[in-house]
């Protein structure tokens, strides 16, 4: 079957989507920023509840959230005091789902010359989420606590919804859990009301190709590994 320049285009922008974790320092656009998320605002929520809301990061107000994490996360002693709200992870990783983190994390490091005895190395690049990585936009992304786990599963096609939009207009995204552990601090930054909690952070903006960080591309598998026809 040959496919349509819809289907490539469409295709394309899903497949080329990558967490990019280096990006150069040319602004986006306003008015680029919201027409993604415009699109992104058709992604199907459960009786149309569309449970997200976005704060859009740039300039100053970005430099000021990124420092005051910096400065929690590069003392141990007062980043053990924050703990994210949600179970992002599994509380005991099992195979198949442990091995394939590592690879990930291995892979990256490999990339950036870190081995596994520079323990400092690798917590500069933790930090780096904490920058968006040099993005010159950063998303904050909240839910209200009303809502429930079926609102969680749509926020995700919200999200893959923003990524895919802006792989659309050439700009790349890196979406962040790293930031939930920082909640409070964000919700100090941004004045977020009671009833909001943080989903996670994302880094948007134009990659910088020259950085080796940028050339992992993670693999997936067959689709014979994880789907099964049923007639």
């Known amino acids: 079957m040959i496919s ?5 285009a469409v ?4 497949t080329s989507r990558r967490s990019i974790r280096a990006y150069l320092p040319q602004a986006v656009a306003r008015e680029d920023v919201t027409a993604i998320l415009r699109v992104a605002g058709r992604a199907p929520s ?4 569309q449970p997200w809301k976005v704060y859009v990061l740039e300039g100053e107000r ?3 959230l990124s420092s005051a994490i910096l400065a929690i ?3 141990p002693e007062q980043a053990g005091q ?5 179970a992002y992870y599994p509380r005991q990783w099992v195979s ?3 091995e394939r983190r590592r690879k ?3 892979d990256l490091y490999a990339l950036l010359g870190l081995t596994r005895d520079n323990k400092a190395g690798m917590a500069a690049q933790h930090g780096r989420n904490y920058e968006f990585f040099g993005a010159p936009v950063g998303l904050i992304f909240t839910i209200d606590r009303v809502m429930e786990q079926g609102s969680w599963l749509d926020y995700g096609m919200f999200l893959q919804s923003v990524m895919v939009a802006a792989r659309a207009r050439g700009l790349d995204t890196c979406p962040q859990a790293a930031f939930t552990q920082y909640h409070r601090v964000i919700r100090s930054a941004l004045d977020l009301p009671a009833n909001e909690m943080v989903v996670c952070g994302m880094a948007l903006g134009y990659a910088d190709t020259t950085k080796i960080e940028n050339s992992l591309i993670t693999e997936r598998m067959p689709v014979e590994e994880f789907v099964k026809f049923v007639a």
């Open 4 to 8: 349509t320049p819809e289907q490539q």
């Open 11 to 14: 295709d394309a922008a899903i």
């Open 46 to 49: 459960g009786t149309n509840t």
């Open 62 to 64: 970005k430099r000021e």
């Open 73 to 75: 996360h590069n003392d």
């Open 82 to 86: 924050h703990t994210e709200e949600y």
């Open 96 to 98: 198949p789902f442990i």
């Open 104 to 106: 990930v994390g291995w």
